[in-house]
């Protein structure tokens, strides 16, 4: 690394910026979760992009929204998945689970973040709430229906989440909200991981679980109604969860959001959910958090 990085690095610490602005680090800390100043948060760590933090102090003290990308990340949702294709809006996915998602929408490199994460009390909004997100407002998608995909050949043997003792189970990644309802539901039956002979390979979507499944590489897996149907699968119905959207206030009202939301209240995207089946649309458009 050169001389020339060490003396003018690309990103400043939080002492750093407290020095240069001579106040107390605890300032710096109250500044950036008001988002008032330009701040990121790279692997945990807040961090200061340097060339922003002088020019917020050459300027009027605002700090000026960032322009965020057109991407979706977070949750797999087959429907949603779907509505961004047909409806040609330019949204690009980046589907690596809920918590990935609140990582990237928190560092500024999404613009929506589809999230289902089990709360005690419901869905999502406790989660969201708790991670001071600003500018922000989560719309509900969809209540899907969850529960577990099962062979044909082990429909009659797999009821519960008790009978999936010493069976093959497709995982979803650690990131996933259904790892977290999963790990919530077996907890509850008194079981864990050891208990079953889990697949080496994560599935990383709806789809893979399901593909797993009906390959023969797993018993069961959690998953939506939807891929249940669409696979042929087997269904024992376990909840009903909220899939939501959280999003950037400005993002929203970008062109790309807008034609999703367009194409969602159109004829077609009705009939593609009473398809695929396991779906309701009932709260679909229905602000849920709305950040101060």
Known sequence: MSNSTHQNPLFLTTREVADLLRVKE?????????????HRRITGKLLFPADEILAWIDGSGQLRARE?????????????????????????????GSRDGLNQFDGGTAALAGIHLPETNGWNIET????????AVLINWATRKRGLLVSNELA???????????????????????????????????????????SKNRAHTESEAAAAVASGEADASLGIEAMARQFKLAFVPLADECFDLLIDRRSYFTEPVQELFAFARATDFQEKATALGGYSLTDHGLVRWLSA
């Open 26 to 38: 605890r300032k710096v800390y109250d500044l950036a979760a008001a988002d008032e100043i330009p």
């Open 68 to 96: 965020r990308p057109n991407v979706l990340a977070g949750s797999h949702d087959p429907l949603l998945d779907w509505a961004i294709r047909a409806s040609a809006c330019g949204l690009a996915t980046l589907c690596n």
């Open 128 to 135: 969201v709430a708790g991670r001071g997100f600003q500018d």
């Open 156 to 198: 009659s043997e797999i009821h519960s989440i008790n009978d999936l003792k010493g069976k093959r189970v497709a995982l979803r990644q650690p990131d996933a909200g259904t790892a977290v309802l999963f790990s919530s539901l077996l907890e509850d039956a008194g079981l864990s991981e050891s208990d079953l002979a889990c």
